[in-house]
């Protein structure tokens, strides 16, 4: 009786130490196979448009070693970096040609879109070579699409980021509000319009963040780090109208993204 009460005492501390181990190396297997990985998706605001020294394997999306995320990844090596955002992107642009680095894999991702499928360059043309009035109505169309038609555009784009990337956090970065009212621009578009423009700029804000949050992803506002660098400021972190670069008109400059975007963007992941 004695030797078989040794015997199991033994036999449950063998399967202790089993299970020990295997536990042991489950968690280390569980450790390694963390998902590090960035991926960052987007709009010309997440590619770098305005800030200069653009890859040019990127071709027409202008990415940037100057942008946000290039510069995040950049600091922080994560395991790997895609760099997918793009130049004129909608939300079906990137459902459609960025989503593909997303896996498994992906611990970190982030996002801006929208402004475009608002159509916020058209509005800023119309501003620029229209009437008030023109301008005025126009952002007001603008406001209504944002209030009515992005929600769900966001939506489709944000449960496709989840559903291929289970494990990611996710930060949507929002827009800076273009302009200083009563600023040190002399010339150039009324404060009527100004602050036209910055109102829609803080309703596409809004809105985008509460269907981040809906999502449970985490939202980057820019707005107050960009607050004493608005165009008109002496000071700007944003492109105002550049007639021998258009595209680059309203942007963020590299300054912009080294002190205005990153600072958010490293906070939020």
């Known amino acids: 009786m004695r ?4 015997s199991a005492y033994m036999t449950s501390l063998l399967l202790a130490a089993s299970f020990a181990l295997t536990g ?4 280390n297997a569980s450790e390694q196979a963390a998902p590090t990985g960035y991926v ?9 448009v305005g800030a200069g020294a653009y890859d040019s394997s990127s071709g027409d999306c202008k990415r940037t070693s100057r942008a946000y995320p290039a510069l995040w990844a950049a600091a922080h090596s994560p395991s790997t970096f895609n760099f997918t955002a793009c130049s004129g992107a909608r939300t079906g642009d990137v459902l459609a040609n960025q989503m593909s680095p997303l896996g498994s894999g992906t611990g970190l991702v982030s996002i801006s879109v929208g402004g475009n499928d608002a159509g916020f360059s058209d509005v800023m043309t119309t501003c620029v ?10 952002i007001n169309t603008a406001r209504t699409y944002v209030s009515n038609t992005l929600p769900g555009l966001l939506d489709n784009v944000y449960s496709t980021i989840s559903a291929k990337a289970p494990a990611a956090h996710v930060v949507v970065v929002g827009y800076p509000r273009f302009y200083k009212i009563g600023g ?3 010339v150039g578009l009324s404060d009527t319009v100004r602050s036209a423009i910055n109102s829609a700029a803080d309703l596409l804000n ?12 985490s939202f980057g506002n820019v707005t107050s780090r960009f607050t004493g660098h608005e165009i008109c400021s ?6 105002s109208v550049n007639w021998l670069n258009i595209g680059e008109s309203y942007h963020p400059t590299a300054a912009g993204h080294s002190g205005g975007y990153l600072p958010v963007f490293t906070s939020a992941a």
């Open 40 to 48: 960052a998706l987007g709009d010309s605001y997440s590619s770098g």
């Open 234 to 239: 002496g000071d700007a972190w944003l492109h």
């Open 24 to 27: 042991a190396a489950t968690a």
């Open 3 to 6: 030797r078989f009460r040794i």
């Open 184 to 186: 040190s621009c002399v």
């Open 206 to 217: 809004d809105v985008t963040a509460k269907r981040a949050a809906d999502h449970g992803f």
């Open 129 to 138: 070579l229209q009437s008030e009035a023109t301008c005025l109505a126009r």
